[in-house]
């Protein structure tokens, strides 16, 4: 007797959707997508708890007669692709007709829509595959209302994550979708609170500006480049504005958001010799490609593209930045002996009448106790830092006489005004200005000068990335903000800072190393150098 059976539809819809929603942030990013499709100026997103309990997604856009609004929950049922060789010129977001299908198989789903130019609106619903209901109604557009997902796949609601998780992660797609798309106004609506509104823009330019402010675009130099199959706009990072994540990096290739480990090699090897180590670039990376060289049916939910040939795409994306950033300045080479002949100090016994070398803004050599001792001095400073924000001491935090404004994307906002109190304890007082604005009150002494939409950007990052499970969370965040270049200060030390710096130091619990373990201090004894001098 024969074994094989072909599979019945809901059954087919519910394995795609395995593929094709992994979480409530996925169907946000369909129902954008088809909303995009349809030519909308206008979407709007509702979501509560996190998407868990309902997704909305309400558009402007073409909408669909009663027909078409019954067959666009079958499976391969699309608009976007006509015949084989469409496949080849994908100019619409979705094309696979898998999205709908998909959703209306583990969800409870009501679809709202008319025709533009009709108010003949019809309302279907659907429960986990199964059409519950279809009647007329008067509407505008399309509103897909998305409710309970995965009530009947229970081992997949299991790995849904906590209500702000999955916010976050609804946020990230509306984000990306806004970059892309700056001709399309959004709004996203969460739990009854608008945490996003972001109008129609004139430009990309203006859409990085409307999300995340104008300080921030001030640290980004804006370059283009065309080929005949090529353009790329781009935004990125001005050499002095590095950070310690990679929350701003983002490529979108024809108005789509990809992720690529090679486009993404491409941008670091232009900041070679820029970047310090651990440091990462901002960019924003808006690509239109021929469609004619691309494959963009290669992943389920079309976060990857292949290139016909990737290599003259990642000469171009290399060059463009290259070019746009000014040629940098090597410090000089130092030539540092290798680890196996230094003995590290355990202890510096600086006395302050000692004069001291300074190299290149960067070390500080002293000699004494049989030896020379170099320091570097900012994972010194980082160290002495660390350890006054671990303890909440010496921090000498004022209020500010003009409070400062700053404004951050959604998500750090929230987060940062759930977390105030840890900030409190750094010293960093913290209120609401609304339209993603926190006002910062206080701040400690040696924050006065310092970047601190950079500061509080990275405390939200380490917030919502979570740490590492064997590291405690005060101890991560005064590491993030002690790394801070501005807030260690200047480069160029005198005599008496170089006195306190050494002081400080001394008086830490753990001298030796900086919060990221490395050292900041190594001592060559008259023996090292005499190994080195090979006169042993
Ligand atoms: P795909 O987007 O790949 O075509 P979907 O399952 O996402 O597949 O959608 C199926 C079809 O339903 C689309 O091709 C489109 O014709 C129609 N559709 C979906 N959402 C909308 C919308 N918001 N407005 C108008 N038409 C829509
Ligand atoms: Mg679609």
Not at 61 to 86: P, Q
Not at 396 to 413: A, D, G, I, R, T
Not at 458 to 470: K, R, V, Y
Request: proline share 6%; hydrophobic share 40%; with cysteine.
């Amino acid at each position: 007797m024969s074994q094989i059976r072909i599979l019945p539809p809901i059954l087919r819809n519910k394995i795609a959707a395995g593929e094709v929603i992994e979480r409530p942030a996925s169907v946000v990013k369909e129902l954008i997508e088809n909303s995009i499709d349809a030519g909308s100026t206008d979407i709007r997103i509702e979501i509560l708890y996190g998407g868990k309990r309902l997704m909305k997604v309400s558009d402007n856009g073409n909408g669909m007669d009663k027909e078409d609004a019954l067959l666009c929950c079958e499976r391969y049922a699309t608009s976007k692709l006509i015949k084989e060789e469409d496949l080849f010129h994908i100019k619409t977001m979705g094309f696979r007709g898998e999205a709908l299908p998909s959703i209306t198989s583990v969800a409870k789903v009501k679809l709202v829509t008319a025709p533009k130019g009709t108010h003949q609106g019809v309302s279907v619903e659907i429960h986990g595959g199964e059409v519950k209901s279809v009647k007329d109604s008067p509407s505008v557009g399309t509103t897909v209302e998305v409710r309970d997902l995965f009530f009947n796949t229970p081992a997949r609601k299991k790995f849904l994550k906590g209500h702000n998780t999955e916010t976050f992660h609804i946020i990230d797609r509306v984000t990306e979708q806004a970059l892309a798309h700056h001709e399309i106004g959004f709004s996203l609506v969460s739990d009854n609170h608008e945490i996003m509104r972001i109008p129609v823009a004139s430009s990309p330019r203006e859409r990085v500006m409307q999300i995340y402010g104008d300080e921030f675009l001030g640290g980004l130099i804006e370059t283009s480049r065309r080929t005949p199959d090529i353009i790329m706009n781009c935004f990125i990072s001005k050499e002095t504005n590095v950070r310690n994540s990679k929350t701003y990096q983002f490529i979108f290739i024809n108005k789509r958001p990809i992720r690529d480990p090679s486009l993404t090699h491409a941008v670091y090897n232009a900041y070679e010799g820029i970047l310090p180590p651990k440091k990462h670039p901002v960019f924003f990376l808006f690509l239109m490609i021929n469609p004619a060289i691309i494959d963009v049916n290669v992943h389920p939910a079309k976060r990857e593209v292949r290139f016909e040939n990737k290599e003259p795409v990642y000469h171009f994306v290399l060059s463009v930045i290259r070019d746009a950033l000014p040629q940098p300045v090597h410090p000089a080479p130092y030539g540092f002996p290798s680890p196996a002949v230094i003995s590290e100090a355990l202890d510096l016994e600086y006395e302050p009448s000692k004069s001291f070398i300074p190299l290149g803004n960067a070390f500080i050599a002293l000699s004494g106790r049989g030896g020379l001792t170099l320091v570097d001095q900012h994972a010194a400073h980082e160290r002495i830092l660390y350890e006054r924000f671990l303890r909440g001491v010496d921090l000498n935090s004022h209020l500010l006489l003009f409070p400062k404004q700053v404004q951050l994307s959604h998500k750090e906002y929230h987060t940062i005004l759930t977390n105030s109190l840890i900030l409190k304890d750094f010293g960093i007082e913290t209120d609401d200005f609304g339209h993603n604005t926190v006002i910062v009150r206080s701040l400690p002494e040696v924050m006065r000068d310092a970047d601190i939409r950079g500061i509080l950007a990275d405390i939200a990052s380490c917030l919502i990335e979570g740490i590492a499970p064997d590291r405690e969370l005060r101890e991560a965040l005064a590491a993030k903000i002690a790394c801070h270049q501005s807030v260690r200060g200047k480069t160029i030390l005198n005599q008496e800072e170089v006195e306190q710096l050494l002081s400080d130091l001394q008086k830490c619990l753990h001298p030796d190393n900086c919060p990221h373990g490395r050292p900041t201090k190594i001592f060559l004894s008259l023996e090292d150098l005499k190994r080195m001098f090979k006169r042993t």
